[in-house]
């Protein structure tokens, strides 16, 4: 079992930056692939970014390619979500979600999931 807790959320202007954490508890944080996920109202929760479990490797949808960046500190058991140059579509509830397995398979299909944290990106 493992427990995933978000923070870092809030209100930014268009254009700002926010950094999100996620942080696993257990031993066996790098034995997961994982990821990042988002529901915006109304809408259907949409994939993010993934991240292998060693973090050498990194996947992003097509809408954050070049502005978001993922990464994960093994040691602390937390996972990271970098945003930067965010604008308002990017306002949505953000999910952290670990795979069941430390093999990223795309597109990710996770076991767990944390509460998530909302973005907010004010125009």
């Known amino acids: 079992q493992v427990q995933l807790v978000e923070s870092g959320g809030g209100l930014v202007q268009a254009g700002g930056s926010l950094r999100l954490s996620c942080a696993a508890n257990g031993r066996t944080f790098s034995s997961y692939a994982m990821g990042w996920f988002r529901q915006a109202p109304g809408k259907e929760r949409e994939f993010v970014a993934a991240i292998t479990w060693s973090g050498s490797s990194t996947y992003y949808a097509d809408s954050v390619k070049g502005r978001f960046t993922i990464s994960r500190d093994n040691a602390k058991n937390t996972m990271y979500l970098q945003m930067n140059s965010l604008k308002p579509e990017d306002t949505a509830v953000y999910y952290c979600?670990?795979?069941?397995?430390?093999?990223?398979?795309?597109?990710?299909?996770?076991?767990?999931w944390g509460q998530g944290t909302q973005v907010t990106v004010s125009s």
């Open positions: 979600a670990a795979a069941s397995t430390r093999i990223l398979v795309l597109p990710l299909t996770p076991r767990y």
